[in-house]
T-cell receptor, first 113, second 118 residues
Framework: KAGVTQTPRYLIKTRGQQVTLSCSPISGHRSVSWYQQTPGQGLQFLFEYFSETQRNKGNFPGRFSGRQFSNSRSEMNVSTLELGDSALYLC????????????FGQGTRLTVV | AQSVTQLDSQVPVFEEAPVELRCNYSSSVSVYLFWYVQYPNQGLQLLLKYLSGSTLVKGINGFEAEFNKSQTSFHLRKPSVHISDTAEYFCAVSDPFGSGGSNYKLTFGKGTLLTVNP
């Protein structure tokens, strides 16, 4: 069974640009969550999607958005990039059951210059 | 709101020594607890989880953790570490009864960097 796949692995963007990150969950998993990891703030929850609906959202500005497609693949978008958006962005997928383990992808390393 | 405190940001140990990584959480309700490991330039891998039942939980790679409700702790232990255990370890909590998908949200501690020296 393939794991969670995130693309691209690395990105370099300029301040003010926008970026889209992609996440393909494990087959059969309908829940996809996104986390931002930085040295200063650690791992912070961005949002969670289930069956194409955003169910939960963390405390991030509106520049951070996401969506989920009918095949459960998810994208997150960051507009008007700031230097502070440089981070490792991790995607996690879970099975439907509430006790299901969250499986993480390898992440996308975003650098804003 | 839930929070997780990992009491040590760095723990250096020698190979084959025992190790304990400490984790405390703040929650007045039932919780699910997790320990994840992250190797350099990698995502997170689940080591073990506590959902209910026995307070001693065994995980992969010889790790175990003990859930202590009265002390709101979930410390991770290994009796004998290897060089390959060098990594960052994260404790996380979720609310099993949260509605609207909040039960799927993980709240993480800041992480503990375990360095195993020869």
């Amino acid at each position: 069974k393939a794991g969670v796949t995130q693309t691209p692995r690395y990105l370099i963007k300029t301040r003010g640009q926008q970026v889209t990150l992609s996440c393909s969950p494990i087959s059969g998993h309908r829940s996809v969550s996104w986390y931002q990891q930085t040295p200063g703030q650690g791992l912070q929850f961005l949002f969670e999607y289930f069956s194409e609906t955003q169910r939960n959202k963390g405390n991030f500005p509106g520049r951070f958005s996401g969506r989920q497609f009918s095949n459960s693949r998810s994208e997150m978008n960051v507009s008007t990039l700031e230097l502070g958006d440089s981070a490792l962005y991790l995607c996690a997928s879970r099975a439907d059951r509430g006790q299901g383990e969250a499986f993480f992808g390898q992440g996308t390393r975003l650098t804003v210059v | 709101a839930q929070s997780v405190t990992q009491l040590d940001s760095q723990v250096p140990v020698f190979e084959e020594a025992p190790v304990e990584l400490r984790c405390n959480y703040s929650s007045s309700v039932s919780v699910y607890l997790f320990w994840y490991v992250q190797y350099p330039n990698q995502g997170l891998q689940l080591l073990l989880k506590y959902l209910s039942g026995s307070t001693l939980v065994k995980g992969i790679n010889g790790f175990e953790a003990e859930f202590n409700k009265s002390q709101t702790s979930f410390h991770l232990r290994k009796p004998s570490v290897h060089i390959s255990d060098t990594a960052e370890y994260f404790c996380a909590v979720s609310d099993p009864f949260g509605s609207g998908g909040s039960n799927y949200k993980l709240t993480f501690g800041k992480g503990t960097l375990l360095t195993v020296n020869p």
